[in-house]
């Protein structure tokens, strides 16, 4: 039995290394995640061998299944949605989710790893079974045990002394754990002795404290709260701002006191946001101001739309507008925090999503968080009719979210209005739902309500890409037939080509109805298809890099792979404008606010507007970024100049500091701002 006790811990710490080493994650913090194993198997085996004798083994199966279903859940979770999931707040999102769209990519993802289902369940829960197995009496032989412990009184003493030493043994790992992560000298900004003060970061917190203390700090957090972080040092001057050539423009800003309202401040976080906005040079108008003043507006959510799919004859549609308008030649769709709906919340906010759960967009929604420059909140006081489709069921909360955004929400569940799929003769509902149908569908509610912002959340590109397990893929497979690609690619094509539909005749309508000309059309994608790394280096003619088609791990992935596509176009622009800066999603909200002439602070934002003297950044999920003077790696630690950009040392490391500071306040904005609800204390 003595040997047997073990088991549990073993395991712990055996599918801490298996699960590393299968997701191929860095393995210099093993004295940290193998030691915080060890601790918490040691914990559990501690608290069996109190519990009475004849139900331990019962106890001891239930928790190495949970234990091998959760990293196995894990692995499925990074490899589908690209994130680990916490317990609390994943399992949240989780239950207000469909998941049952997904049914065809979890069984895909299963059927890809089944080494890893062998090595993460099978073969674990055979070692219990074989390991905790009872040896056979002997017939006549005297039962040692009972003559030992005929009275029960000894039996309980061993047994208790054995929990102790067990519980010793944990603590003894647990301080073991605790100074690997505070005393080793760990490089970089994001480093164990970070991680295990915040519940942000999540693949940070697998990789260097391990899948079981991610889990388990997410439970601590969630009874007892997080520590409160030390926020960054507000610099004077946060963001650069060149002089201002003639003609002399005004500047996009509010007349807002910072400084009485970070004295009035309830919390060091609303201080914080107005030390930090009162420190930001806002963006200077320019000749673009204004341009579409008045125009009708559609605004598109592409679901994992990637710029390396248009084609001037497979896309003749897609071509025109992204070639035809202004061109944003270094425009990049980074992916942050629950794909779909982190990818949401920068288009529609300008600000990036919280790092972590709660999910931000959903978070607004339930708290009503107050947004003024949502597209919709800021044109619906201009007499704009403002309305959003999903042809889909309510996922992410969006029955809140997106009416506290401002727009009438129609979805096809949990709402005033909702739409009604596309079905089969059968009256079976088709996967994904057709785009081209949501438009032709749609159209007539609004094209008489003139002026209207009108948003769609679109569908037709949702993973999985397959003849079989994608409508739209097998709707439009002729067209892709004969293309030189592998099959996964052409469904992705395919599927893309039910936009391109929906596109082309949102413009024939358009133009039918007279309005083409003074309506603008802003299209940009939730995330690029982010686990099917294989379809994007195909359509790319590149190699990204990444040790895995399934995974972006932005250690090694090349940022190219973010680079996209933003649509911005009206019928009527006489000639393309081509954007040479750097740019990304959160980037979009202060461009339109800009071109349609409404009023906002540039300051209260994360993104810019790229057509302003502004310098251009995209900052990634990892807190890598890119500039236009050049790249910094998180993970190097290095910042690569563009080429034709010349710096000398010293230089080059007061822009990097520079930088980072300007990166991580940007990445705090979104979190801080629903927490706080800033801006309804800022604004009237």
Known sequence: ????????????????????????????????????????????????????RKVRRAVGVVITLLMTVVYMAECICKVILQQ??????????????????????????????????LLMVVLPL????????????VPGEADIDGQA?????????????????????????????????????????????????????????VEQLGLGTMLLQDVRHSIFGTPGETMPQVEEAAEGQQEPEEPVYDYNQMDIDFEGLAAAASSDEERWLSEYFGSVQPAQQNEYTGMFEGYNVIFITAEGFSGYMIDPELTPTLYKMSTEGFVFKNFYSPLHFTSTSGGEFQNLTGLYPRAGFPVSLTESGKQSTYLPFTLANALNGEGYTSIGYHFNQNMYGRELSHPNLGYEWRQADACERPVTKETDEGGREYWPQSDDYMVQQTFEDYVDKEPFNIYYL??????????????????????????????????????????????????????????????????????VPYSDLDILEE???????????????????????????????????????????????????????NLLGAEYDSRMLAGIDVLSDQEGMAVFFSRSWITDQGTYSRY????????????????????????KYLADCRLRL???????????????
């Open 1 to 52: 039995m003595r040997k047997r006790i073990f088991v549990l811990a073993a395991l712990a710490v055996y599918l801490e290394l298996v699960f590393h080493l299968y997701m191929g994650l860095d393995m210099r913090y093993a004295p940290v995640f193998l030691c915080a194993a060890a601790a918490w198997g040691l914990l559990a085996t501690a608290v069996v061998l109190l519990l009475p």
């Open 84 to 117: 680990y999931y916490q317990i609390i707040g994943g399992l949240e999102t989780a239950a207000g989710n469909h998941l049952g769209d997904y049914s065809a990519a979890v069984w895909g993802a299963l059927a890809e790893n089944i080494p890893g289902l």
């Open 670 to 684: 979104g979190e801080l701002i629903i927490e706080t609800d800033y801006y309804r204390k800022a604004l009237p």
């Open 539 to 593: 359509l790319a003619g590149q190699d990204f890099g990444s040790d895995s088609v399934e995974t972006l791990d932005e250690e090694n992935v090349s940022l190219d792979v973010y680079k996209n596509t933003w649509i911005l176009w009206s019928a009527g622009m006489e000639e393309p404008v081509e954007v040479e800066k750097v740019c990304s999603q959160v980037d979009i909200l202060p461009t339109l606010l």
């Open 636 to 659: 190097t630690e290095e910042f690569q100049p563009a080429p034709d950009v010349e710096m000398t040392e010293e230089e080059k490391n007061v822009y990097v500091e520079n930088k």
């Open 149 to 205: 412990d005929s009275d029960g009184k000894k039996e309980k003493r061993t047994e208790w002394k054995q929990a102790g030493l067990t519980f010793g043994a944990a603590c003894v790992f647990c301080v073991a754990c605790l100074a690997a992560v505070f005393l080793l000298p760990w490089k970089g900004d994001i480093n164990p002795a970070y991680l295990a003060r915040t519940d942000l970061y999540t693949d940070d917190q």
């Open 126 to 137: 055979g070692v219990y079974f074989l390991a905790t197995k009872e040896p056979k009496k």
């Open 458 to 527: 679109t569908i037709s590109m949702h993973l999985p890409y397959g003849y079989d397990s994608n409508e739209m893929s097998r709707r439009n497979w002729d067209q892709v037939a004969s293309l030189p690609y592998s099959d996964k690619t052409k469904a992705y094509l395919a599927a893309g080509l039910e936009l391109e539909k929906g596109l082309t005749h949102l413009l024939a309508d358009l133009e039918e109805a007279g309005i083409a000309d003074h309506t603008l059309i802003a299209m940009a994608p939730d995330h």
